[in-house]
T-cell receptor, first 111, second 117 residues
Framework: LAKTTQPISMDSYEGQEVNITCSHN???????ITWYQQFPSQGPRFIIQ???TKVTNEVASLFIPADRKSSTLSLPRVSLSDTAVYYC????????????FGGGTRLMVKP | GAVVSQHPSWVICKSGTSVKIECRSL??????MFWYRQFPKQSLMLMAT?????????EQGVEKDKFLINHASLTLSTLTVTSAHPEDSSFYIC?????????????FGPGTRLTVT
């Protein structure tokens, strides 16, 4: 399974755009990049998934360069409620495929 | 859709007793469910993969006789912590896999906080 590396923590202020980068040098051809959000004492929640280039949904954008060895989660105009831990995972979209969570990035949004 | 529940949400038990945690997929069937453990300020660690109708697959270092997993139906998996000790105190999270598989189809429960005194 491809290992991921993320910054341990980040600070931001309300209204700013936050970009969290994840390195996954050993990503396999059939691996997808998925980001989860976790609030304290809750289970993780799916944010976004992509394979290459750019993916955007109602909450975030995901930028993936051509070599796919890294990815960047972009959160536009964060609010205090975006304070959470964000996990980057790489795994194939196969049934029964277990997920390996790395350390995650603890984002603190300040007023 | 795709809601996963856990029961109880928190439990306190005495050392030496056993505790059962339920994980249910409320609006979909899940052939595969996963159990994770998370200590404070740490990431989720996969404990075992549970497949309906068959024995669970445990990760290295997880004692299968201590953490009993039963996946008797397509909507229910249970984790029983036997002879619990204070070091088993943790946040236990399950996930259920929807159709298609992969990270996008894993739906996580809200977690169960276990405290062993």
């Amino acid at each position: 399974l491809a290992k991921t590396t993320q910054p341990i923590s980040m600070d931001s202020y309300e209204g700013q755009e936050v970009n969290i980068t994840c390195s996954h040098n050993n990503i396999a051809t059939n691996d997808y990049i998925t980001w989860y959000q976790q609030f304290p004492s809750q289970g993780p929640r799916f944010i976004i998934q992509g394979y290459k280039t750019k993916v955007t949904n109602e909450v975030a954008s995901l930028f993936i360069p051509a070599d796919r060895k890294s990815s960047t989660l972009s959160l536009p105009r964060v609010s205090l409620s975006d304070t959470a831990v964000y996990y980057c995972l790489v795994a194939a979209n196969n049934a029964g495929n277990m997920l390996t969570f790395g350390g995650g990035t603890r984002l603190m949004v300040k007023p | 859709g795709a809601v996963v529940s856990q029961h109880p949400s928190w439990v306190i038990c005495k050392s030496g007793t056993s505790v059962k945690i339920e994980c249910r997929s409320l609006d979909f069937q899940a052939t595969t469910m996963f159990w994770y453990r998370q200590f404070p300020k740490q990431s989720l660690m996969l404990m075992a993969t549970s497949n309906e109708g068959s024995k669970a697959t445990y990760e290295q270092g997880v004692e299968k006789d201590k953490f009993l997993i039963n996946h008797a139906s397509l909507t229910l998996s249970t984790l029983t912590v036997t002879s619990a000790h204070p070091e088993d105190s943790s946040f236990y999270i399950c996930s259920a896999e929807g159709s298609g598989g992969g990270p996008r189809e894993q739906y996580f429960g809200p977690g169960t906080r276990l405290t062993v005194t």
